[in-house]
Every structure is written in structure tokens, then in C-alpha cells.
């Protein structure tokens, strides 16, 4: 446990700025998991095309605020657009 007042403090900021990072990781999660639903289960490529955007956008939010990398928010991007081209392909 944390003694001095400074770091009383910073553990309570750190304890605030978690809900905000997991809410943000959450609604990432589930925009990239919608999209490939829509792939895999449905076979809807129109659908997961229109979902696309809206999970770029969750993913670079979330990169913006710092709860991923970079790196990580563009490795993301990349695999959700390449399902698509591949499921473009084989359709």
C-alpha cells in the first residue's frame, strides 16, 4: 500500500483512468469481434465491410488514448482488411 499522499493519489487516479482503458478495450473487442461474426457466420461480406469502420475507429480510439500500441492497432487493421479481401475472393 502506498504511504506518502502523492502516491495515495496516484492510485487513485490509476484506479479511475483502469474503468476508462477497459471500457475502451471492451468496445474495441467487440466492434473487431462483430466484424468477424458477420465473416465467418454469416458470410456477409457488405456487412462486414460497413462494420469495418466502425472498428478502425474503436481501434485507432483505443490507440489514441494509449490502450494498445501503435504497432498493435495497425497490425489489428491489417488482418481485419485482409479477412475481407480473402472473403471477397472466394465470393
Given at each position: ?28 473487442r467487440e ?7 458477420v465473416l ?23 490507440a489514441k ?27
Amino acid at each position: 500500500m502506498p504511504i506518502t499522499t502523492s502516491a495515495k493519489k496516484e492510485l487513485r487516479k490509476g484506479a479511475r483512468k483502469r474503468v476508462f482503458n477497459d471500457a475502451r478495450k471492451k468496445a474495441m473487442r467487440e466492434q473487431v469481434k462483430s466484424v468477424k461474426k458477420v465473416l465467418t457466420i454469416n458470410k456477409d461480406v457488405a456487412g462486414a465491410e460497413a462494420g469495418l469502420s466502425a472498428a478502425y475507429q474503436a481501434i485507432d480510439k483505443a490507440a489514441k488514448r494509449g490502450v494498445i500500441k501503435k504497432n498493435t492497432a495497425a497490425r489489428k487493421k491489417s488482418r481485419l482488411a485482409k479477412m475481407i479481401k480473402k472473403a471477397k475472393a472466394i465470393v
